[in-house]
Structure formats: C-alpha cells, structure tokens
C-alpha cells in the first residue's frame, strides 16, 4: 500500500472517531440534562414518602362548630375567608393569625367565621392536590373534625404541588385523628363534595378573587397597613374588627 492511501485510510479514520466522539458528548450531554430535570422531581417524590404525618394536640378551645363555620351566627360581624390548602399563604394566617381571631373574637360571641374553599392553585381542577385537600376537609367534617383535619392539613404543609396531599398523605392524616376509616374511604374516593367545592370556587369568582387568602368582613374586604399585596396582619383584622364593633 502506498503512503498516499495510507493517509488517506488514516485521515478517514480520524474523521470517524471525530465524529463518534462528538455522538458521545451530544449524547452524554442530553443523559445528563434529562438526569438534572428528573432528579429534583425524584427527590421530591422520596421527600414526600419520608416525611411523617405531624399530629397535633386537641384544642382546648371551646367554640360553637357548624360545618365550616365557627362561633355564634348572630354574632354582629361576620367574617369569611376563601382560602387553597396548598397555598403558602394561607399556610401561614391559619397557623399565626385565624387561631387569635378565634380566641379573642370568635369565642367571645363577636365574630361568625366562615371557612370557604378557593382551589385557586389548581384552577378548579378536581383532581390536583388543592380540590382533594378540600374534598378530605369535607369527609372529616362528616364526622364532626373539619376544624382539626384543617389545622392538620396547614400542620403537614410541605409545598405546593410536590405531594403535601397525596390521596395516600391525606388518608394518613385522617387515620391519625381516629376517624371512620372505612366512611372516610368511600367519602373521599367517591369525591361527594364536589358540588360544595366547586361552589364555594364560583362565589369567590363572584367577589373577584385572584388571590388568597382572601378576607371578607362583614361583606368588606380589609387591606393590609404594610400594603396591598401583603396578607393583612392581626393588628389589621383586629382594628377592623373593632371599629365596626364600636359602630354596633
């Protein structure tokens, strides 16, 4: 074989490896893109199996309960919130701010408080994580615990959308407060509330709501002194509360 052909077979084969290396790294590249996007989900799907259901110890508050509503109906002020089990926010008022309003306002006979569904996070889809949280609310207010299954809910709050309320998380929780589980199962699987989810959604669509938790008192939507897009604080609710009290 002559020395021409012999780089030409050597040129040819140096093209070939070329080219396979460049099929590896595009290769390896896009393992290990698909790898980064996967990952983060993987972890969040283990995350979500490990973490224990928090219990919680019954409240020594004795307040009047009728479903999702609290306190005495002829109470001179009426206060409604629409909240999404899923959203940070009102993970945060339900935990810090709604158990002072109970305290000082709803146990005292001044305040009727109204819990409302607004899956907002799932855009009234009955499916996702925030209409089933809402749908487990509702079978344990079948047998009188929606208020504690409420706080337990907030109480196990890991995220949004990565598996807080996984249908198997939320019968854990039920399981924990001792309810019926078997009434609960065929509550919760039939998905009986619907229609009181899905109406709750519509009359908080009525009002304009585009956020949550969003706060009614006596058909009035008090704002925050830090801001308009801030969460009013207790300071706000209880001046608020207050002067239409001193109007009564």
Same mark, same amino acid.
């Given at each position: 074989?002559?020395?021409?052909?012999?780089?030409?077979?050597?040129?040819?084969?140096?093209?070939?490896?070329?080219?396979?290396?460049?099929?590896?790294?595009?290769?390896?590249?896009?393992?290990?893109?698909?790898?980064?996007?996967?990952?983060?989900?993987?972890?969040?799907?283990?995350?979500?199996?490990?973490?224990?259901?928090?219990?919680?110890?019954?409240?020594?508050?004795?307040?009047?309960?009728?479903?999702?509503?609290?306190?005495?109906?002829?109470?001179?002020?009426?206060?409604?919130?629409?909240?999404?089990?899923?959203?940070? /926010?009102?993970? *945060? #008022?339900?935990? +810090?701010?709604? @158990? $002072? %309003?109970?305290?000082?306002?709803?146990?005292? /006979?001044?305040? *009727? #408080?109204?819990? +409302?569904?607004? @899956? $907002? %996070?799932?855009?009234?889809?009955?499916?996702?994580?925030?209409?089933?949280?809402?749908?487990?609310?509702?079978?344990?207010?079948?047998?009188?615990?929606?208020?504690?299954?409420?706080?337990?809910?907030?109480?196990?709050?890991?995220?949004?959308?990565?598996?807080?309320?996984?249908?198997?998380?939320?019968?854990?929780?039920?399981?924990?407060?001792?309810?019926?589980?078997?009434?609960?199962?065929?509550?919760?699987?039939?998905?009986?509330?619907?229609?009181?989810?899905?109406?709750?959604?519509?009359?908080?669509?009525?009002?304009?709501?585009?956020?949550?938790?969003?706060?009614?008192?006596?058909?009035?939507?008090?704002?925050?002194?830090?801001?308009?897009?801030?969460?009013?604080?207790?300071?706000?609710?209880?001046?608020?509360?207050?002067?239409?009290?001193?109007?009564?």
């Amino acid at each position: 074989m002559g020395k021409r052909q012999e780089m030409r077979e050597k040129r040819h084969r140096e093209r070939l490896r070329n080219q396979l290396l460049v099929v590896l790294f595009v290769v390896v590249g896009a393992l290990l893109i698909a790898f980064a996007l996967v990952l983060p989900t993987l972890k969040i799907a283990q995350g979500t199996e490990m973490v224990p259901i928090v219990t919680l110890a019954p409240s020594n508050l004795e307040v009047e309960m009728d479903g999702k509503a609290l306190g005495d109906p002829n109470a001179p002020v009426k206060m409604e919130v629409w909240e999404d089990f899923q959203c940070s /926010g009102c993970m *945060y #008022y339900s935990i +810090n701010t709604e @158990p $002072i %309003i109970i305290q000082n306002y709803v146990a005292t /006979g001044k305040v *009727y #408080y109204t819990y +409302n569904f607004y @899956p $907002i %996070i799932d855009g009234g889809v009955s499916s996702g994580e925030s209409h089933q949280s809402a749908n487990a609310a509702m079978c344990a207010l079948e047998q009188g615990r929606f208020w504690e299954y409420h706080d337990l809910l907030y109480a196990n709050w890991i995220g949004e959308n990565v598996g807080s309320y996984t249908d198997e998380r939320l019968i854990a929780m039920a399981e924990s407060l001792g309810l019926d589980m078997g009434n609960f199962k065929k509550c919760f699987n039939s998905d009986k509330y619907a229609d009181v989810i899905a109406e709750d959604y519509a009359a908080g669509q009525a009002l304009g709501i585009n956020a949550t938790p969003a706060i009614f008192i006596n058909g009035q939507q008090p704002q925050s002194s830090a801001g308009p897009q801030y969460i009013p604080s207790i300071e706000d609710l209880s001046n608020f509360i207050n002067a239409l009290l001193a109007d009564q």
